[in-house]
């Protein structure tokens, strides 16, 4: 064999190995193969924060003031902005939403894990520091509970809602819980 052709060989072979060497190491290196980690620390909440359309929300409307009809006229006005909601006769019980008596503010929405990203939703129908949001870590389900208080006057109108919603940014997941 002439000195060329051992050359072109060893070259080649050279070529073979970096080749091999750098397939090896971009397998090793591929985040995909690794195990996805946990965003939850130890002891956090799973929530959902991903915001729903209207129409994929229930809210559960409840009248805490001295106008009779207010939580049927609010559910119709939700419902006709998209919302499933439901006309909820007397409060609810718990020792979470009595904490709120007597209902001073506008409005106050309960949620649960699953339901942060529609909580912040219905927040864009209440002017800022109308309303009082709160997380209730072992409410089951995507519902909504919305309190109307004495403060309530009327929801935000189509163009404020949009704004609000510019306005809030992303929802972030309650204090000792994480997004899921």
């Known amino acids: 064999?002439?000195?060329?052709?051992?050359?072109?060989?060893i070259f080649v072979a050279v070529l073979f190995v970096t080749a091999g060497v750098v397939v090896v190491t971009a397998i090793n290196r591929d985040s995909q193969l690794l195990p996805r980690q946990d965003p939850c620390e130890p002891g956090q909440i799973r929530v959902n924060i991903d915001v729903p359309d209207e129409e994929q929300v229930t809210v559960n409307v409840y009248n805490a003031t001295s106008r009779p009809g207010?939580?049927?006229?609010?559910?119709n006005e939700l419902a006709n902005r998209g919302f499933t909601a439901n006309t909820m006769q007397?409060?609810?019980?718990?020792?979470?939403?009595?904490?709120?008596?007597?209902?001073?503010?506008a409005g106050y929405i309960f949620y649960g894990p699953e339901g942060v990203g529609a909580g912040w939703l219905m927040?864009?129908?209440?002017?800022?520091?109308?309303?009082?949001?709160?997380?209730?870590?072992?409410?089951?389900?995507?519902?909504?509970?919305?309190?109307?208080?004495?403060?309530?006057?009327?929801?935000?109108?189509?163009?404020?809602?949009?704004?609000?919603?510019a306005d809030l940014g992303q929802p972030l997941p309650p204090p000792g819980t994480c997004a899921a």
């Open 123 to 165: 927040s864009a129908y209440f002017l800022r520091g109308e309303y009082e949001p709160k997380f209730v870590e072992d409410k089951e389900g995507p519902e909504v509970d919305l309190i109307l208080g004495q403060g309530f006057q009327q929801l935000t109108t189509q163009t404020e809602v949009n704004q609000r919603i």
């Open 70 to 75: 207010l939580a049927e006229q609010i559910s």
């Open 90 to 105: 007397g409060l609810p019980e718990g020792e979470v939403y009595a904490n709120y008596a007597p209902y001073d503010l």
């Open 1 to 9: 064999m002439s000195f060329p052709r051992v050359r072109a060989m």
